[in-house]
């Protein structure tokens, strides 16, 4: 894999998925996509996925494909063509990479409940560079402020929908402290739940743990790290976590699709010890993800 580092800023690259397993086309990034009555809008109702594309491929699809058809089980929106998706993100990736196809970028599938006048959902794939910041974070970690979600997501089955208004005043809120990302917790039992938009992993020697409970999005990138290292002799294990617990590990990360690993460098003002193995963690998930 080369230019991991340096992505040269492009154009993102769209392209439309006709919702009920039709054509896929593109669509100019200058031109308007949504309309003024689409529920993405009004409502911030429906959902979406972000992948990360390395080297001319869409890193844990299966995964990725898996939670956007149960989000939209959980959200009763009509059951997406995956092969349509998958069509539309292989042709954004051909076009935005060319043909030597290195480098990394972000895609995001976004599946909205669509226009109020025409009850027919919106679909579209976009092909973009990755943030500077994300770049950043995986080399320097983040500082990280703790605190209670204080709403709950009605759905009955974990969803990953547009709705990330609160989680957002939530990081505005953390950054005006000095604080570069929030992990929330449960505000009955204060235990750990999750990162504003990432799943947290906690490693102790050989012991890989993140946070079971309610109301946890599951993570891609956490199930394939996990299962990677289970594979290669790691004790991998969903359980209970204290923010006590995360300051006596050797390392607390945030994972996610794009950012990938992010260590936790400070949490509520605590630093946390440079681990001597942070590499070896980073590799074993670009190996799960590079499967
Ligand atoms: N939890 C939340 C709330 C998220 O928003 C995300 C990703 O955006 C994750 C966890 C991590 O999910 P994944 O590893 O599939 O990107």
Known sequence: MKNMEFTPRKEPVIYVVEPYGGSVRKHLPSLPLVYWDDAAVTRGDGIFESLLIRDGKAANLARHGQRFINSALALELPEPQLEKWEEATNLAIADYFGPDGQGEAKCTWTYT????????????????????????????????????????????????????????????????????????????????????????VAVRGDKLRTPAGKGILPGTTQAALFEYATEKGYRCKAKEITPGYLERSDSAWLVSSVRTAVRVTNLDGTRLKAPDNAAEIRDLLDAALAR
């Open 113 to 200: 409940r669509g226009r109020a006048s025409t009850g027919h959902p919106t679909a579209w794939v976009v092909v973009q560079p990755i943030d500077a910041k994300i770049i950043e974070q995986r080399a320097k970690g983040v500082k990280v402020m703790t605190t209670p979600r204080l709403w709950q997501v009605a759905e009955e089955l974990p969803a990953k929908t547009l709705n990330y208004a609160a989680t957002m005043a939530t990081l505005r809120l953390a950054r005006g402290k000095g604080f570069e990302d929030v992990i929330f917790t449960d505000p009955e039992t204060g235990l750990v739940l999750e990162g504003a938009t990432s799943t947290v």
